[in-house]
């Protein structure tokens, strides 16, 4: 449960915020309370709920009803401590009398981690997961659940299959959603119900990454290393960018996933130089302006091993560094590092979800001082920037999650 960020103080304000007042702690607590007299010594009495405790005496400490709290004779200028797991709970009763936050009280800072745990355990969002697992069992990127489009809740820990198939990358297409059904060579665009309403034939196979705006649709082509511009209008053909002079059909360069912000197209790669095949893994982000696009691409980074799902994030560009399982942010920063084949972001400045894919290098990444485990479970983790803390979501019966979105 989040509450009011004034309520978390350290220690160091704390004894600055207390001199000259009573100290009062609210919950009789057998470990907090403890935890907090060896830090704050003048405490002038506790206050607990439970009417046992009244007029007894704790840690020679004298302890009375929270009443003594609210009466008004008692005119003392105070700081309240609370020392209670119910910390949301006491927060509300202090406010509703008249208390301040962080000004009349605070909570005990070794709450602080707790509360963290709490907030990301409690998150109640849904997630929209794509997965790329082939419904033929007999295939080798198949799975016991097979692909498509499934709805994660967070808070229930529970996934449901909406729309079956071989999905890669989804993006937002006004109040709807699209996406590349790989196998298929179809566009398939879907509502919030997830009722396709409207289907469109591609002109090649190995379409991945897709992204949009309110006037184009870009594709990304693995195989051609191409990125194909639609009218989002009437899906009629744009221009067509190929990443190689050559325009061959052999994935030199492995084109993937795509996004756009301010008429910028981002597209991710595993070889910039088009070598990954002989082991030459200079994976690239590159920036084509789509206003000019006769003056070629931008390589912003080629120093990435297998990158995937480029994504503007709180007006920053992101992306994921697969194979090395980083979330970069800032172009270059590796903000998180996670262990597993990362795929599929997105957030909100504050909680990102990073989608992870069963791993089938992991030789090519295995620490011979078996220093650092490998996780090969498919699934996705729900990670606070602000505290580093993450989540992890099993899809335990999937192989492969290309993307994922907080709807």
Known sequence: MTINSSIWKSWAEISNITKNKEIILYGRSEDWLPKTLKK???????????????????????????????????NQDKYIIITSSLYFQIADTLIENGYVPGHDFCCCPEFKDYSDLENIKNLDKN?????????????????ANGGGIYEYNLLECEYELKIPGVYRQVDRLGNNFIGVEYVRGELHVFDKNYNIVHCHNLDAANYCGIAC??????????ASDSVTLLSSKDFSLLDKIHYADSKDTSSNHHLNDCCVNENKLYVTMF???????????????????????????????????????PEFIDDEICYLDSMRGNLMTCNQYPTAHFDYFARGLDGDGRYYIVGAS???????????????TIMVNAGFSIFDRETNMRRFHPFMHNMNIHDVIFL
């Open 40 to 74: 704050i010594k003048n405490v002038n009495y506790i206050v607990d709920g439970n009417k046992i405790y009244n007029n007894t005496k704790y840690l020679d400490i004298e302890v009375f009803l929270p009443e003594k709290l609210f009466d008004k004779t008692n």
């Open 271 to 309: 070889s910039n130089t088009g070598r990954w095949k002989n082991g030459i893994f200079d994976g690239a982000l590159v920036e084509y302006d789509l206003d000019n696009l006769s003056q070629g691409p931008l390589v912003l980074t080629d120093t990435a091993w297998m990158p995937h799902s």
């Open 213 to 222: 705006t309110d006037k184009l649709i870009s594709i990304v082509n693995a």
């Open 358 to 372: 069963e791993n089938m290098y992991t030789s090519r990444i295995k620490d011979s001082g078996g220093k650092q």
């Open 127 to 143: 997630i929209l997961v794509s997965s790329s697992d082939y419904l033929e069992k007999s295939r080798a990127r198949s799975s």
